[in-house]
Nanobody
Framework: VQLQASGGGLVQPGGSLRLSCAAS????????MGWYRQAPEKQRELVAV???????NYADSVKGRFTVSRDNAKNTVYLQMNSLKPEDTAVYYC??????????????WGQGTQVTVSS
């Protein structure tokens, strides 16, 4: 399975960006897909995740500003980021947990995409 992320860039505080991550390859089932981020000199942290059943979970710091969604037909997960703040600046990584026919789950990472919030 490969994850291809896109949509990062430079935006002013208060602005919006939309990240996309498309999964391709042999996909039997999607347990969850989501986004993590890593700022300079900080640990990677969960931003938002959506499960196969459609349940979502967000970091407290992004609740009310970010929305994670998924297009099942396209095996694509999105992260709509509104009211962006300088502290949202980080490399954002797409993550997916995929199941196979035997019931095993495997964790995959996409390449990072840089999000910079600055005036």
């Amino acid at each position: 399975v490969q994850l291809q992320a896109s949509g990062g860039g430079l935006v002013q505080p208060g602005g919006s960006l939309r990240l996309s991550c498309a999964a391709s390859g042999r996909i039997f089932s999607i347990n969850a897909m989501g986004w993590y981020r890593q700022a300079p000199e900080k640990q990677r942290e969960l931003v938002a995740v959506i499960t196969g059943g459609g349940n979502t979970n967000y970091a407290d710091s992004v609740k009310g500003r970010f929305t994670v969604s998924r297009d099942n037909a396209k095996n694509t997960v999105y992260l709509q980021m509104n009211s962006l703040k300088p502290e949202d600046t980080a490399v954002y990584y797409c993550n997916g947990v995929f199941g196979n026919a035997l019931g095993y789950a495997y964790n995959y990472w996409g390449q990072g995409t840089q999000v910079t919030v600055s005036s």
